[in-house]
């Protein structure tokens, strides 16, 4: 199963800042990259999707900006909130396994301070 | 619509005690069920897929095992359970057409 490096780990922001959180994968089956915002106790929601025929996708204030010859994708918050604040996951799909199986960066923790 | 349900949302269990959390879907038919586990700082590891009624892939070795009864039921069990086992347990599906997952609420096992 393929890696999904994730980075940073946490990250505070005040509020109004612009956190960036990267990705890095290896080989995948398809093109599709899914962010998933998770608040505490819940289970994780997607927030944001990419299919690279294009190079960033914008949904209100989340962007995903995506380097298909480095293999690399990126979430950007603007005019961050304290709402904002849960733990973010990046995910890429895997060859193989026999299902359309997704594996998952290790998340970030974003704390968006007042 | 479809939704998802997941129960019981909490549970604290006796080391060496079974375990069985359930999982079903509503409103599609054949999805791709799948179970992780959450541990802190550890992201989303995926213990079980399935594609279909009875075919259960496992994709790492542990003390659980999964079934699927139903199209749209997925099970996680274990006969003993070890300390190691606590965490976050969600369960997802995708259908084929639906390149995304939709996860159910979770459940929080705390083994003592």
């Known amino acids: 199963q393929q890696q999904v490096k994730q980075s940073p780990q946490s990250l505070i922001v005040q509020k109004g800042g612009i956190p960036i959180i990267n990705c890095a994968y290896e080989?995948?089956?398809?093109?599709?990259f899914p962010w998933y915002q998770q608040f505490p106790g819940k289970g994780p929601a997607l927030l944001i999707a990419i299919r690279p025929d294009v190079s960033e996708k914008k949904e209100g204030r989340f962007t995903i900006s995506f380097n298909k010859s480095a293999k690399q994708f990126s979430l950007h918050i603007m005019d961050s909130q304290p709402g904002d604040s849960a733990t973010y996951f990046c995910?890429?799909?895997?060859?193989?396994?026999?299902?359309?199986?997704?594996?998952f960066g290790k998340g970030t923790h974003l704390i968006i301070q007042p | 619509s479809q939704t998802i349900h997941q129960w019981p949302a909490t549970l604290v269990q006796p080391v060496g005690s079974p375990l069985s959390l359930e999982c079903t879907v509503e409103g599609t038919s054949n999805p791709n069920l799948y179970w992780y586990r959450q541990a802190a700082g550890r992201g989303l590891q995926l213990l079980f897929y399935s594609v279909g009624i009875g075919q259960i892939s496992s994709e790492v070795p542990q003390n659980l095992s999964a079934s699927r009864p139903q199209d749209r039921q997925f099970i996680l069990s274990s006969k003993k359970l070890l300390l190691s086992d606590s965490g976050f347990y969600l369960c997802?599906?995708?259908?084929?057409?639906?390149?995304?997952?939709?996860f159910g609420s979770g459940t929080r096992l705390t083994v003592v």
């Open positions: 995910a890429a799909p895997y060859s193989g396994g026999g299902a359309d199986g997704l594996t």
């Open positions: 997802a599906y995708g259908t084929v057409n639906d390149y995304g997952y939709t």
């Open positions: 080989n995948t089956a398809f093109d599709y």
